[in-house]
C-alpha cells in the first residue's frame, strides 16, 4: 500500500530488517523451528513429501492460522460466484421478465429499482470497489500504527462471516438490500482480513517462506474447488433454481468458511504497532499520507516500478471486473442457464494452470516485460473476440471456447504481472512496496463496471458495456509500453528466493481481488 503499509501484504525478510520493520511473529514456545520440523520430517520418509507440500512448517502456530485462513477466505470468496446467479435471477424476476426453457430469463428492456436487471452485478463490482479503496488505507494503517493489528483482524472476519451468512435470506422482498450490504460490507471486511492474513506471514529464510506461501496457495486451490465441486453437484442434483443454490452456498461458506478463520484468529498473537503515528494525526490520514509520499519516492527514485503499476492500475481494474461483467452478459446477452454458466467457470479454472505454464516457458525466452505486454494484449483481443462473435444465444455453445481461452489468460496475467513487479523492484524493496502495489490493484476496480452501467443503461446493448474493460486493458498497454528499462543482474528463481516466489500470486491476490 505504502511505505509505512508494506507489512500489510508480504513480510519483510532481507538480511537487514529489523524486528519492528519486519512486524514478524516469534515462533510461539514448545514448536518446532522450520529447521527442526525439516529434519523431523524427513525421517517420515514418504509422508513427509507430502507434509512439506501441503503443510510446510506446520508446527508453528502462525503457519497453521495462516493455511486456515487461506482456506476459510478462499471459500467465502469463492460462494459469490453463486450468490450472483440468484441474485441477476431475483431482479429479473423483479422487473418481469421473462423465463426461457433452460431457466434464463429475456432481457427484457424492464427497469428496477431505475436499473435494468443486467447492472446489477456491475453494481455490486462498482460499490465494491469504491469501499475497497477507501477502506485500504485505513486498514493498512491500523496493521501498521496501532497494537491493534489482531483484535482488527478478528473483527473484520467475523463481520465478513455474518454478512455472508445474512445472504441466506434473500428473498424477492430482500434481494435488494442484500445486495447493497454484501457489496458494502463484504468487500472491504475480505480485503483487511487479507491484509492482517500477510503481515503475520514470516520466516527464517527465503526457502522457508516460499515453502510456506506455496502451501497456502495449494489450500486455496483445494478450498475454491472443493467448494465449487460441492455446491456445483448439488445444483446438477437437486433441481434447485439459482436462488435456493445460493442460499445453500451462502450457508455452506459461511459455516465452513467461518469455522477455518475462527481456528485462525485462535493461533494468532498480538502483535505490538511497528510505525509510530504523530500525535493528532488519525489512521486514516496516515494511511494516505504514507500513499502519496510512497507515489512520489517512486516516481523520483524508481521510475520503472512507478510507471509500471500506474499501468498496473488499468489492467488490474480490467482483469478483476470480468468476473461479474461476464457472468452478466453469458445470462442476459447469450441467456446461458445457470448450470451452463457453472461449467464455464469449472472450465475456466482447470485451464489456469496452462496460462501458468505458458508464463513460464515465455517470460524465459522474451523477458518479463515483453512477455508482460505480450498477455495484456492477449487477453486485450479477447475480449474484443467475445464482443464481435458471442453475442446472440445461438452462440452458447462458442463461449465454451472463450472459457478456455480466459482460463489461459487468468493463469498467465497474475505471474506475469507480479513476476514483472518483483524483476523491477530492487530486492531489499519488493517487501516495501508489496502493499502499495496490492492498493493499486483495487484502486480503480470501481471504474469498468461504472462505465459497463452507463453505457448498458444509456444504449441498451450488454456489448457496448464490456467496452470499459477493453479500453482500460489498451491504455494499460500503452502505458507499459514506456516503462524504462532498470538493468540489474539477471537472477534464478531460486536466487530471488521467497520473495520471487510470492510474487506469483498466491502470495498472491494473488492476492484476491475483492469478488464483490
Request: overall charge neutral; hydrophobic content about 45%; charged content about 10%.
Amino acid at each position: 500500500m505504502s511505505t509505512q503499509l508494506s507489512s500489510s501484504a508480504v513480510p519483510d525478510t532481507s538480511p537487514d530488517a529489523s524486528p519492528a520493520s519486519s512486524s514478524k511473529v516469534m515462533t510461539p514456545p514448545g514448536t518446532e523451528s522450520s529447521k527442526d520440523a525439516a529434519t523431523n520430517a524427513n525421517k517420515s520418509g514418504c509422508c513427509a513429501g507430502c507434509n512439506e507440500f501441503l503443510l510446510y512448517d506446520s508446527g508453528r502456530k502462525d503457519v497453521q492460522a495462516f493455511y486456515f485462513n487461506q482456506f476459510g477466505r478462499s471459500i467465502l470468496f469463492i460462494s459469490f460466484m453463486f450468490l450472483s446467479l440468484g441474485v441477476l435471477q431475483l431482479a429479473n424476476q423483479a422487473a418481469g421478465c421473462p423465463q426461457n426453457e433452460n431457466g434464463s430469463y429475456v432481457n427484457c428492456g424492464n427497469t428496477v429499482y431505475g436499473m435494468l436487471p443486467s447492472d446489477i452485478l456491475a453494481l455490486m463490482a462498482l460499490i465494491g470497489g469504491l469501499s475497497t479503496a477507501a477502506f485500504m488505507p485505513y486498514a493498512g494503517a491500523v496493521v501498521d500504527f496501532s497494537d491493534h493489528r489482531l483484535t482488527f483482524g478478528r473483527v473484520c472476519a467475523t463481520i465478513l462471516v455474518i454478512i455472508n451468512f445474512v445472504q441466506i435470506f434473500i428473498f424477492e422482498s430482500t434481494w435488494f438490500f442484500m445486495v447493497i450490504a454484501q457489496s458494502f460490507i463484504a468487500a472491504s471486511t475480505f480485503m483487511a482480513n487479507s491484509m492482517v492474513l500477510w503481515s503475520y506471514v514470516n520466516a527464517p529464510s527465503d526457502h522457508d517462506l516460499h515453502g510456506i506461501t506455496s502451501s497456502g496457495r495449494l489450500w486455496e486451490t483445494i478450498a475454491m474447488l472443493s467448494f465449487f465441486i460441492v455446491v456445483g453437484i448439488v445444483q446438477f442434483t437437486s433441481g434447485w433454481d439459482s436462488v435456493a443454490v445460493a442460499r445453500f452456498s451462502q450457508a455452506l461458506a459461511s459455516v465452513v468458511g467461518g469455522f477455518c478463520l475462527f481456528l485462525s484468529y485462535k493461533r494468532y498473537e498480538p502483535v505490538k504497532a511497528v510505525k509510530f503515528l504523530d500525535n493528532g494525526k488519525s489512521l486514516y490520514i496516515a494511511g494516505l499520507v504514507e500513499i502519496g509520499k510512497t507515489s512520489v519516492s517512486l516516481w523520483k527514485t524508481e521510475p520503472s516500478a512507478f510507471v509500471f503499476l500506474l499501468a498496473s492500475i488499468f489492467n488490474e481494474a480490467a482483469v478483476s471486473s470480468y468476473t461479474n461483467l461476464t457472468i452478466t452478459y453469458l445470462a442476459e446477452q447469450i441467456q446461458m442457464s445457470s448450470t451452463d454458466i457453472i461449467i464455464f467457470i469449472m472450465i475456466n479454472f482447470a485451464t489456469n494452470p496452462i496460462g501458468v505454464a505458458i508464463h513460464r516457458y515465455i517470460a524465459r525466452k522474451i523477458g518479463h516485460k515483453k512477455n508482460y505486454m505480450l498477455c495484456v494484449a492477449y487477453f486485450l483481443i479477447i475480449g474484443v473476440f467475445l464482443i464481435a462473435f458471442v453475442y446472440q444465444p445461438s452462440d452458447a455453445n462458442i463461449t465454451y471456447i472463450f472459457s478456455v481461452l480466459y482460463g489461459i489468460a487468468y493463469g498467465w496475467y497474475y505471474p506475469s504481472s507480479n513476476g514483472y513487479f518483483v524483476s523491477i523492484v530492487p530486492e531489499e524493496k519488493v517487501t516495501e512496496l508489496w502493499g502499495f502495489n496490492s492498493f493499486c490493484s483495487v484502486s480503480m476496480s470501481w471504474a469498468p463496471p461504472a462505465i459497463f452501467i452507463a453505457l448498458n443503461q444509456g444504449t441498451g446493448s450488454l456489448r457496448l458495456g464490456l467496452l470499459g474493460g477493453i479500453i482500460f486493458l489498451f491504455i494499460g498497454l500503452c502505458v507499459a509500453v514506456f516503462i524504462p528499462e532498470r538493468v540489474v543482474a539477471e537472477k534464478t528463481d531460486e536466487e530471488k528466493g521467497g520473495n520471487a516466489r510470492i510474487a506469483s500470486r498466491a502470495g498472491p491476490e494473488i492476492e484476491f481481488t475483492a469478488p464483490f
